[in-house]
């Protein structure tokens, strides 16, 4: 193993050339890494990418709060927007601010400066007080709250709505019991990394079983919400040698501390899921799969992906190890409504984050159009077009032909409606640890 200094011939080589100076620098960081953890301390480096400053440094507005999201209302860059505002789902897992990392690859950033009016929720950091916030909470209180707020403000019928990962998952079920409801406000649908059929959720399938969900309910019931230290494990673990044992072998044994990125600051910038909601999205989604099967009840009814008809835009990612995009892809299975789906290179999150200009990034795009045979990953990946660059400009043209004509960008927050700006952004969820 490349871990063991017997074993490792360019450890040993680097421990040759620094006459084990390395070692001694390694067991400093070591040190260091420990004496930050036991203060509960952020790693090294994450201060130069400072929340507000370097990162989630758009300017915007905190609309709204609840006891469960903050909503952030982005200032317009362009002197029209299209009508139709975007309203933006992250995933509670981590931080909202991956979709605004540094300014030049702030995907919020981008999105406002091609003429759109953006909203998006900021999560709050449950704690014990928050054990009893179950699915229906977040979905209530998160995209539906966020979803009126937004027709009050800006005094739209139609609003386009994005989701990522869980919250991608999250902003299905909610369209599903709009759809169920006869409300007809989500002019489109996004989804990046989002999973809504869990028959084969990928590597992270091994940590779901009857068993393990019982254990993870154990732990979760003693303090009521699970730490954020222990879902990061299990993402670690399912890229043990690229997350774990590649970073200890360079920082620890090579005495080589990578530099510190954005993307990486907030990655080390977690977040803690309630108890409640992290069993009901465990055992009711991952292990028993109702929302695929048409069991899942929102609002004390089933809802169904079937019901589905608003346009719809997929990201996937090609070595997506938490929400594999043939996992992702089977929606094409579950509804009728149109589907423009995008393979992009990249994981989870480097995929998401791939801005105009990044070297090396590609995507596969094919649309299937609504009532028409679905195709299996295969099929698609068969007749899908390659393409070179960011697929943001595809996202953004394709908001553009479901989208009206320009008009004056509407006011920051309404103060005569009972929404003033509450602040700026990012607003105070977003700094709780």
Known sequence: ?????????????????TGGQCLV????FFCDDLERLVRGEPAAGTEAYRVGEKVAATAGKVVFRNRV???IQYAPATETVRPEPILIVPAWIMKYYILDLSPENSLIRWLVGQGYTVFCISWHNPDSADRDLDMEDYRLLGPMAAVDVIQVITGTEKIHAAGYCIGGTLLAITAAAMARDEDERLAS????????EFSEPGELGLFIDEAEINLIDAMMWARGFLDSSQMGGAFQMLRSNDL????????????????????????????????????????RLFLDNDLSEGRYEAGGHPVSLSGLRMPIFMVGTETDHVAPWRSTHKLHMLTGAEIRFVLTSGGHNAGIVSEPGHPHRHYRIATRMQDGPAPGPDAWLERAELREGSWWPEWSS???????????PPAMGAPERNYPPLGDAPGRYVLER
Do not use: C, K
Request: cysteine-free; charged content about 15%; proline content about 6%.
């Open 189 to 196: 649908v996004t989804l990046f990394a989002a999973q809504t």
């Open 1 to 17: 193993p490349t871990n063991f200094i017997p074993t490792n011939p360019v450890l040993q080589q680097r421990i040759l050339e």
């Open 69 to 71: 999201m903050e909503l």
């Open 25 to 28: 620098e390694g067991a400093r």
């Open 398 to 408: 394709w908001l553009g032909s479901h989208s009206g004509e320009a008009a004056a």
């Open 244 to 283: 774990l044992w590649s970073r200890i072998l360079s920082t620890y044994l090579m005495g080589e501390r990578e530099p510190m990125t954005d993307l990486m600051a907030w990655n080390a910038d977690g977040t803690r899921m309630p108890y409640a909601m992290h069993a009901q999205y465990l055992r």
